[in-house]
């Protein structure tokens, strides 16, 4: 069964109105007009709905129970349009990011929290993991965008890039190449590499850059920067990481130097699913991001 709208609104309004000239001009039509309209929907649930003569209009029985459902609906549509407009207003809404631990850190808390005190009605969700997890989250719809390094994938999602970071060895102040303000990539031949997990960005681009030095390898593999840090503070050997990760490998005792090669970079794009919009906070919140990422710094 069809029912429209107007009709519900025409039905309204004569319960409310009990007068057919009233509610006529209620829903902007001419009373023969209304009253066809009333007739068509008795027509269409088979059942009168009111009684009227010339100088009373009632509900039927029928009218009653048709009635309960009349409000119900008008209420779900007038709750559902003031959602949507507090939702295009970002008074209300969710945010969920996907973003590498580097700029999960510091710079991304900072540009949320400044969206937080803009849009205190936002509820904001920030989910730190590495490149291979970034791209499944964002593939899948567990969150609205993601920040990845993943060029490579760029092509599969509609993606802007945000910045490029340069690369740093970080290794023990008492190490030979500590004293140097720039080195090439090519300077860490016969050194002992601390490694970053295989699903994350830093070791997929390493292994390329890497593949012609002889490196050597420490055998380890960690997902966090900080137990990076740590192993190399303890002598198990050097580590090469993206520039805003530095922060989170400050520990005494350490050094970080710039790495000059023009290849040394990792791009940070921001991706969403390809041909799906955003919601009007999820837009805002990207919008802000690209708009502030003359912002990063280590």
């Not at 309960?68 to 209300?92: F, P, Q, W, Y």
């Not at 590495?130 to 490579?152: P, T």
């Not at 340069?166 to 860490?188: E, P």
Request: aromatic letters at 6%.
């Amino acid at each position: 069964m069809n029912i429209s709208g107007r009709l519900i609104d025409a039905f309204l309004a004569l319960e409310e109105t009990r007068r057919f000239a009233i509610a006529a001009e209620r829903c902007h039509v001419s009373p023969s007009a209304f009253s066809q309209m009333i007739t068509r929907l008795e027509e269409k649930v088979g059942a009168r709905l009111f009684d009227r003569d010339t100088r009373n209009v009632s509900l039927t029985a029928e009218g009653e129970i048709f009635s309960k459902g009349a409000h119900r609906i008008a209420n779900e549509i007038t709750n559902s349009i003031a959602e949507l407009r507090d939702r295009a207003s970002c008074a209300v809404g969710r945010v969920s990011i996907a973003a590498p631990p580097s700029l999960s850190a510091s710079w991304l808390p900072k540009q949320m929290a400044e969206f937080k005190r803009e849009h205190p009605g936002i509820n904001l969700q920030l989910h730190d993991v590495v490149s291979d997890r970034c791209i499944e989250m964002v593939a899948n719809g567990e969150v609205d965008f993601g920040l990845n390094a993943r060029s490579s994938h760029a092509k599969e999602f509609d993606s802007v890039l945000l910045a490029q970071e340069g690369m740093f060895l970080i290794c023990r102040a008492n190490h030979y190449l500590a004293k140097r303000k720039s080195l090439k990539l090519k300077d860490l031949s016969g050194c002992v590499m601390v490694n970053t997990v295989r699903s994350g960005s830093v070791w997929q681009q390493l292994q390329e850059l890497l593949k012609s030095i002889d490196i050597k390898d420490s055998g380890f593999e960690v997902s966090q920067f900080g137990t990076l840090a740590g192993l190399v503070a303890n002598d198990f050997g050097i580590s090469v990481v993206p520039q805003f990760a530095i922060q989170l490998c400050k520990l005494p005792g350490l050094a970080a130097i710039p790495i000059e090669d023009q290849k040394a970079v990792r791009p940070i794009y921001m991706l969403k699913r390809k041909g799906r919009s955003l919601s009007p906070a999820a837009q805002a919140m990207w919008s802000k991001l690209v708009k502030n990422a003359s912002d990063l710094t280590i």
